[in-house]
T-cell receptor
């Protein structure tokens, strides 16, 4: 079945360690996104990519890094520079219309990261 | 800075009630507004609205957009316990690569 797979579902890390969250999609979507969800704050955009080998910062990119070497994959690294990394992380993908029309984003099941 | 505000933040209703969820926005270069339902983890798409005054309907759910007053409502009639979820509103820009700005969400709980 087509979809977006995030792994792992739960992740525990010690403070000061970098950690990489995986996101893979087989929907043949050009665009991929990373969001962070905290209680009472909705979804906030970390990074997004519209095409392979290109990505842009979202609203809260500090302390995070990404890569887009393959169309199917958009891993997110939470670095030690991120001051409050404990959160629920959601990856999404969508079609990108050349006309600029918005399209629905499809979401993965998320990764809950806890830093102790 | 683009801003999306949802209200109420949370509410509890009984099965069979009708609920109205609100979403107001202040964004530059608005193109569309989207509604999502988040039951446990992955938000699932409900509606995308681009034109004022045209209701979109799916079963007991319906939504409408007012581009003059910059808001949208999501109505759920004859609520069921399965409607319990967080409902997210997002706005999308013209251009910008489909970069959606989300609101804080409304947590709905439907009790028997």
């Amino acid at each position: 079945d087509g979809g977006i797979t995030q792994s792992p579902k739960y992740l525990f890390r010690k403070e000061g360690q970098n950690v990489t969250l995986s996101c893979e999609q087989n929907l043949n979507h050009d665009a991929m996104y990373w969001y962070r969800q905290d209680p009472g704050q909705g979804l906030r955009l970390i990074y997004y990519s519209q095409i392979v080998n290109d990505f842009q910062k979202g609203d809260i990119a500090e302390g995070y890094s990404v890569s887009r070497e393959k169309k199917e994959s958009f891993p997110l690294t939470v670095t030690s520079a991120q001051k409050n990394p404990t959160a629920f992380y959601l990856c999404a993908s969508s079609i990108v219309w050349r006309t600029g029309l918005n399209t629905e984003a499809f979401f993965g099941q998320g990764t809950r990261l806890t830093v102790v | 800075e683009d801003k999306v505000v949802q209200s109420p933040l949370s509410l509890v209703v009984h099965e069979g009630d009708t609920v109205t969820l609100n979403c107001s926005y202040e964004v530059t270069n608005f193109r569309s507004l989207l509604w999502y339902k988040q039951e446990k983890k992955a938000p699932t798409f409900l509606f995308m609205l681009t034109s004022s005054g045209i209701e979109k309907k799916s079963g007991r759910l319906s939504s409408i957009l007012d581009k003059k007053e910059l808001f949208s409502i999501l109505n759920i009639t004859a609520t069921q316990t399965g409607d319990s979820a967080i409902y997210l509103c997002a706005v999308g820009p013209t251009g910008g690569g489909n970069k959606l700005t989300f609101g804080t969400g409304t947590q709905l709980k439907v009790e028997l």
